[in-house]
């Protein structure tokens, strides 16, 4: 089965940095476009990240200049470095595998906790 | 950034009704636009994408219609394992975006 397990979430506070992590099994995540995804508390989906497979990246307005979406090819995972984390970063967010195009995305991990407070 | 509009955000339904969810884009994003099913505590499951493509394994009731800026989810007949959250999201330009949601729950 097709997975990925996302980890590194927890408790932090305002201004500090976290970490997520998301392994992929049975695929490669160097060779497929990746995202991440978050969604706050009883709100809907926001789009965080992306990096293609040739190691181009893009990113939401909301946290460009704060995170960085990067991938460990020996490791087979993608990864979310947040910094400068605010209240409203406040989220459980998603590793995605982004087909590109119109294609969407067809595998997506259970989702990690991040909690932003003093 | 391109602005997507689910209507209605909620929606009361029976078993075996006929459903129909609209996304609307604010500007035309052809054919990229992709549909999700969201459960309680659980990550999105991809549905339709290119519009109006089945993903494989998604059952058949599942269809989706529709080009340029105005798209159509539609159950033919509402299942219980269909009652959650739809998200509609443009795969054209970046940022991607996702619409709101539309919740389907139990009449």
């Known amino acids: 089965e097709v997975q990925l397990v996302e980890s590194g979430g927890g408790l932090i506070q305002p201004g500090g940095s976290l970490t997520l992590s998301c392994a992929a099994s049975?695929?490669?995540?160097?060779?497929?476009?990746m995202s991440w995804v978050r969604q706050a508390p009883g709100k809907g989906l926001e789009w965080v990240s992306i990096?293609?497979?040739?190691?181009?990246?893009y990113y939401a307005d909301s946290v460009k200049g704060r995170f960085i979406i990067s991938r460990d090819n020996s490791k087979n995972t993608l990864y979310l470095q947040m910094n400068s984390l605010r209240a409203d970063d406040t989220a459980v967010y998603y590793c995605?595998?982004?087909?590109?195009?119109?294609?969407?995305?067809?595998?997506w991990g259970q989702g990690t906790t991040v909690t932003v407070s003093s | 950034d391109i602005q997507l509009t689910q209507s209605p955000s909620f929606l009361s339904a029976s078993v075996g009704d006929r459903v129909s969810i609209t996304c609307r884009a604010s500007?035309?994003?052809?054919?990229?636009l992709v549909w999700y099913q969201q459960k309680p505590g659980k990550a999105p499951k991809l549905l339709i994408f290119g519009a109006s493509t089945l993903q494989s394994g998604v059952p058949s009731r599942f269809s989706g219609s529709g080009s340029g800026a105005e798209f159509t989810l539609t159950i033919s007949s509402l299942q219980p394992e269909d009652f959650a959250t739809y998200y509609c999201q443009q795969a054209n330009i970046y940022p991607l975006t996702f619409g709101g949601g539309t919740k389907v729950e139990i009449k």
């Open positions: 995605a595998r982004e087909r590109g195009g119109i294609y969407g995305m067809d595998v």
């Open positions: 500007q035309g994003i052809s054919s990229f």
């Open positions: 990096i293609y497979s040739a190691g181009d990246t």
């Open positions: 049975t695929f490669s995540v160097s060779s497929n476009f």
